[in-house]
């Protein structure tokens, strides 16, 4: 299983990071996921799940961050194409992303009283690091049958079913800058 983007190199664009126009985010954040394809997927695959984290960010925060979650993600072939803002747009389910944590009602205590924060918390949250590079891991997982978790799902939650699902895993480091 690939992962292939179109985009050249390991660098994410700026238009599914922080560097877009503050009009264009909701709370800071963009929402608009980025664009990739997974091929070779094996032919008894019947959805894809994945997640994309930031590992850097357990010097500053105390656990890598939690960017994107998702599984059930129909296969129909070796190929399944996730378009430009896929989360936003999804009919798979999405799991918590890190913004629903105890660190980040400490940096907004005012967190819990927005009323975007459920959709904040559970679809693609752009990259924005601190400072620096930091490094994203999206990981792809192949899996046998669905998981039939629903939106909101936390992240053990697909991990606990992923043995005795998981067919092929496909996974790519992609970097984004502080700027």
Do not use: C
Not at 35 to 43: C, G, H, L, N, Q
Not at 109 to 116: G, R, V
Not at 153 to 170: H, I, N, S
């Amino acid at each position: 299983m690939q992962l292939e983007f179109p985009f050249t190199g390991s660098v994410i664009p700026d238009q599914y990071g922080d560097h877009i126009p503050t009009a264009e985010k909701l709370h800071g954040l963009n929402q608009v996921s980025l664009p990739f394809k997974v091929t070779e997927i094996p032919a008894n695959a019947v959805v894809l799940a994945g997640t994309l984290v930031d590992y850097d960010t357990v010097s500053f925060v105390g656990f890598p961050w939690l960017h994107w979650v998702f599984t059930d993600v129909p296969v129909h072939g070796q190929t399944v194409t996730f378009a430009t803002d896929a989360s936003r747009r999804a009919t798979f389910a999405q799991g918590l992303n890190s913004l629903h944590s105890p660190f980040q009602r400490l940096r907004q205590p005012d967190w819990p009283l927005l009323k975007e924060r459920k959709n904040l918390e559970s679809h693609y949250a752009g990259p924005r690091p601190v400072s620096g590079v930091h490094t994203y891991r999206l990981t792809v997982y192949a899996l046998s049958q669905p998981t039939n978790l629903s939106n909101g799902f936390l992240q053990g939650d697909l991990m606990a079913l992923l043995d005795e699902r998981l067919l092929a895993v496909a996974g790519r480091n992609l970097t984004y800058a502080k700027a």
